[in-house]
């Protein structure tokens, strides 16, 4: 394998094959970084319009260092892992306060940053600063793995390190911008999971997996368990004006400060889940409700446990709950609140607009 006859094969097939995307419309570092932790488990399709949206809202790094976070959930919801925006965020108000504004240029100085990995680091030096630095992702792992012919486990981090240090030779007297692009381009676009078009790659002559035909069986990972359910009861609990009761999360934790219908796990043989339910309002809350009768069920996956959400109607008893974690909204004020993907569900089919 040459390596120079590989770099110039896999960075001119991207200078003509790459994707017209809006984050490659200028090497801004900001934008570029805002599209990375986008695309974080996220498929490019879907992170498009949230990047329009979210650039419009906050196109700078001090835009985004002064919003509020509520706003900046809002613009986030739908996109899911809500711990990237929150260090996103976090991580600029650092730029803004320790940097002038300016995203830094050096590995030391960006990695320090908050939800920084060594991935987002390099991808943003590489890319937008034109630096020799390894980028290494999922694909890039297929990728490398396929062309190498590379059996270890790429869920290891031992795995990862050997791919960086292949890519720092890579980058020696080349466009690290053009390259590790080309790379990730190559992943989502030729050398896919499953199937992969070989027969049209820009770099089959060099891929010694498809030179022994076992291009399909790599890369080598361990599978994940299967993800956990749990079985949860929320009401959609209204008031005398017709309002409708939501709850903030806790600051910490799954989907921090994210706002919710109330809600609970529920254990079978421990009584009904409306009994459950009233039982953990009461208790929890001091909150008085009759649990009526089932108007939804809700399934929602992620990566590590499954929630099997039942919605029931409800009934307040007594005079309004009032706290500053619970809030009363119609169905005008509960858009200024981000939720969940499996709450947005509740919303679309029981708050009609006034």
Not at 61 to 69: H, N, R
Not at 154 to 165: A, G
Not at 171 to 188: H, K
Request: with cysteine; net charge negative.
């Amino acid at each position: 394998m040459r390596k120079n006859t590989l770099q110039q094969d896999l960075t001119t097939w991207f200078k003509y094959n790459q994707r017209d995307l809006p984050w490659r419309e200028n090497q801004d570092p900001y934008r570029i970084w805002v599209s990375e932790v986008m695309l974080q488990q996220t498929r490019v399709e879907t992170v498009i319009p949230f990047y329009h949206r979210f650039i419009e809202k906050f196109p700078t790094v001090e835009a985004l260092a002064s919003a509020d976070e509520e706003h900046v959930l809002k613009a986030w919801e739908g996109l899911g892992y809500y711990s990237r925006v929150r260090n996103l965020q976090s991580a600029v108000r650092e730029v803004s306060e320790n940097y002038n504004g300016v995203v830094p240029n050096t590995s030391e100085e960006i990695s320090s940053l908050k939800g920084v990995g060594p991935y987002t680091a390099g991808a943003i030096l590489s890319i937008a600063y034109d630096q020799p630095e390894p980028a290494v992702d999922g694909n890039v792992m297929r990728v490398l793995s396929r062309i190498y012919n590379i059996w270890d486990d790429v869920s290891k981090q031992k795995t990862r390190k050997n791919f960086e240090e292949i890519i720092r030779e890579l980058l020696i007297d080349t466009d690290p911008s053009m390259f590790n692009q080309g790379l990730m381009e190559l992943g989502a676009l030729i050398c896919t999971p499953r199937s992969p078009s070989c027969e049209t790659c820009p770099v089959q002559v060099h891929c010694l997996a498809y030179e022994k035909g076992v291009q399909a069986e790599l890369p080598v990972k361990k599978k994940k368990k299967a993800p956990k359910p749990k079985k949860m009861a929320a009401v959609f609990l209204k008031n005398e004006n017709g309002e409708v009761l939501i709850h903030r999360r806790p600051n910490t934790g799954l989907l921090a400060r994210l706002w919710e219908f109330p809600n609970h796990e529920t254990i079978e043989k421990a009584g009904s889940q409306q009994e459950q339910l009233g039982a953990f309002l009461q208790q929890e809350f001091n909150i008085k409700a009759i649990i009526g009768h089932e108007i939804q069920q809700v399934e929602h996956v992620f990566s590590h446990l499954v929630w099997n959400i039942t919605i029931y109607e409800g009934e307040l008893l007594g005079e309004k709950f009032e706290d500053e974690d619970f809030h009363w909204v119609n169905a005008t004020k509960i858009k200024q609140y981000p939720f969940p993907v499996s709450h947005q569900k509740i919303i679309a089919q029981n708050i009609k607009e006034e």
